[in-house]
């Protein structure tokens, strides 16, 4: 069964600036710090003064101020402001304020997944500050594309990009920079899967965080590292760093944050198999993701509850939820998201046997897979191909390095071309592999099916002669045999009989009577008459009373939930056949002097337990027995699709429960 993706990666994303020794420092921020009540506070004092403000500077600022109390819980109110912030600098040239407000919109646009517009913003970004000589704002913008080309899958073009930043920056010695820079670097590394280096600089940033006291770069630092810690198999830390984090998250009221942290968790406990704890986090998720309107979050979280539903085998709500998620990335076109709820749905429908829609989900899911590959080689190579024609373009550059320029592309576009038509192969082996084994899976089910009917067939037609025997023996050679006994008593009135002769006759009408009453005991235990007449309970209930009345056993029979019973007639002479070979067992082989029956009826199942203080035996001696009344027992079950399970223990007697599916 897949894994759902709920890892989603933060990200640098504003930069706000402060005064120190009259040197301008950047501070690139991810989250807000300020706890919910003050938060609420600041926002509504912010908001009253916009009706007094004049169209300066400190507007400006007010404008981003406001934006950033409504930057993770209403980022489209946060965009609003920033816009807002962006008009008025561009209108008073306020040049700073105008870098201010695009770095703040990136930050907005992060939180709604929308990384090529965070892009954009920093492009303009680095032509502002390149246009003012800014080195330190230069430096920043370089790295924060760096970050985002890491979101967009250009690793290539994230490195280059994330050490030119990080020379320029370095430079200033500053350590709250460094430390979102460790923690930038730690997701650099995490997604070129080099999980050691990952988690040094991430155990920097977070250590460098703490020592600044910094709860917004330690919020996220400690969400990032949990990534690499859960990738690199060390749960409990990712866990413990997740918890801390989430606790975080709710102190300074980050909606976003706190989406995103509760995915992780669920991914964690999804992990672990506790699906129970994975539908609480993801639920919880949910609702922040619909409250951020971020689409992507929400889609990948239904999934991960679909799954959850599907590993509890509870197809149908599954069904539902993977339904939902497929919509969400269809109207989105999240083609990745898409495939991968194909393929949800697949298994859900597989799991529910029906082959049909799971071999359709199964191609669907393939068929967009390829198209995804086959779309990023096309781009990788259209990337390749650009940046060699923009290389082309610029001759001023020696001939032997133009030369050496274009075989380094034209290697980068066959490497990318060959790992694509691996990948590609690897796939379509895979997804051979995954058909065969889907159709050894339906062999073995069929030929499953095929043995319950024979066993059904088996049964049905054993009960049908038991049915017809008792009926020939109770009505006819009973009504013959009361016919004679009738017939000898008139005989025994009309003759003259000697002592002798007469204690010969009655001897001879006792053991007629005893000749009858064993007849009729066959027959009822062939076919009890109260089975069919007044039901399953009520002919259990005989069937004890009966044992009990000969002494060979004293039987406590207990029904619960039978009182409205309205059981299939097949079903109900299967389980009294069953409680009658267990109690037939008890009396020739465990050398009990008592027993419990007990039958319950609740839900759509059915319990069964009965249980000696017998001799016992070895449990594990069954498999070798060949004897029929343990065969019958578990083939009737196996009708049934019940489960059965049995405990001994040598003079401490026998336990058997049996439940079952109605």
């Known amino acids: 069964m897949q894994s759902i993706p709920v890892y989603l990666k933060c990200e640098w994303k504003k930069i706000t600036f402060t005064r120190m020794k009259n040197t301008l420092l950047a ?31 400190s507007t400006v600022l007010l404008y981003l101020n406001i934006s950033d109390l409504y930057e993770n819980s209403q980022p489209v109110v946060a965009l609003r402001y920033c816009k807002m912030a962006e008009a008025l600098s561009q209108r008073i040239d306020f040049t700073s304020g105008e870098i201010k407000s695009l770095k703040w919109m990136a930050s907005v646009y992060y939180v709604q997944n929308h990384f090529d517009s965070a892009m954009n913003c920093y492009k303009r970004t680095l032509q502002l500050s390149s246009a003012r000589n800014d080195s ?85 630092s400690l969400s990032n590292l949990s990534l690499s810690y859960k990738d690199s198999n060390q749960l409990e830390k990712s866990r413990t760093v997740l918890l801390e984090a989430l606790k975080l998250a709710d102190q300074t009221n980050n909606v976003n944050a706190k989406a995103t942290i509760l995915l992780n968790l669920g991914g964690i406990a999804q992990v672990e198999g506790n699906y129970g704890l994975l539908r609480e986090y993801l639920n919880r998720s949910l609702i922040l993701h619909q409250q951020l309107g971020a689409k992507n979050g929400e889609c990948i979280t239904l999934r991960g509850i679909a799954i959850g539903y599907l590993q509890e085998k509870k197809y149908d709500v599954a069904k539902v939820y993977a339904e939902k998620a497929l919509a969400i990335a269809d ?51 259209a990337r390749y191909e650009k940046k ?41 082996y895979r997804n051979y592999l995954q058909k065969r084994k889907l159709q050894q899976q339906r062999i073995s089910e069929l030929e499953t099916e095929k043995k319950l009917t024979a066993t059904e067939a088996v049964l049905k037609g054993e009960e049908q002669e038991r049915t017809r025997l008792a009926k020939d023996l109770h009505d006819g050679l009973g009504g013959m045999l009361s016919g004679i006994k009738y017939s000898f008593k008139t005989m025994k009135e009309n003759l003259i009989m000697t002592p ?57 029979y207990q029904s619960i939930g039978f009182e409205s019973e309205k059981l299939d007639a097949t079903l109900s002479i299967t389980i009294y056949r069953i409680i009658q070979e267990l109690i037939n ?48 027992i578990q083939s009737r079950v196996d009708f049934l699709k019940g489960k059965l399970d049995i405990k001994s223990d040598s003079n401490h007697g026998t336990s058997v429960h049996i439940d079952l599916s109605v």
């Open 27 to 57: 501070l690139l921020v991810f989250f807000s710090a300020f706890s919910t009540i003050a938060q609420d506070n600041k926002r509504d004092s912010l908001l009253s003064l916009i009706s007094s403000a004049k169209n300066d500077s």
């Open 136 to 220: 330190l704002n230069i430096g920043i913008a370089l790295f924060n594309m760096g970050s985002t080309y890491r979101y967009l899958s250009e690793l290539d073009s994230a490195v280059d990009y994330c050490l030119q930043g990080y020379k320029i920056l370095e430079s200033f010695g500053s350590k709250s920079v460094l430390a979102r820079m460790s923690n930038g670097l730690q997701l650099l590394y995490y997604n070129m899967s080099n999980y050691t280096m990952a988690i040094t600089y991430g155990e920097n940033a977070v250590q460098q965080a703490r020592e600044l006291n910094d709860e917004g770069v330690l919020l996220e």
């Open 331 to 381: 109207s989105n076109n999240y083609k990745l998201e898409k495939a991968e709820c194909l393929k949800t749905l697949s298994n859900i429908a597989y799991a529910m046997q029906n082959v049909v829609d799971g071999e359709k989900y199964f191609n669907r899911s393939n068929d967009l897979f390829t198209e995804i590959f086959k779309t990023s080689y096309l781009e990788s190579a």
């Open 388 to 428: 060699y024609e923009a290389e082309k373009r610029d001759k001023q550059i020696k001939l032997q390095h133009a030369q050496l320029q274009k075989r380094e592309i034209l290697n980068y576009v066959l490497i990318g071309t060959i790992a694509t038509l691996l990948i590609i192969s690897f796939l379509s």
């Open 500 to 556: 002798e002769n007469h204690q010969a006759f009655e001897r001879s009408m006792d053991m007629l009577d005893s000749s009858i009453k064993e007849m009729r005991r066959v027959a009822h235990n062939m076919m009890p008459e109260s089975l069919i007449r007044f039901g399953l309970d009520t002919s259990l209930r005989d069937f004890c009373n009966d044992i009990n009345q000969s002494g060979a056993l004293q039987i406590t």
């Open 585 to 632: 067992n008890t009396m020739k082989h465990a050398g009990a002097n008592t027993a419990i029956v007990q039958v319950t009826h609740e839900g759509g199942q059915i319990g069964i337990t009965v249980e000696d203080d017998g001799k016992g035996f070895d449990v594990s001696l069954l498999n070798q027995s060949k004897g029929m009344g343990w065969n019958n």
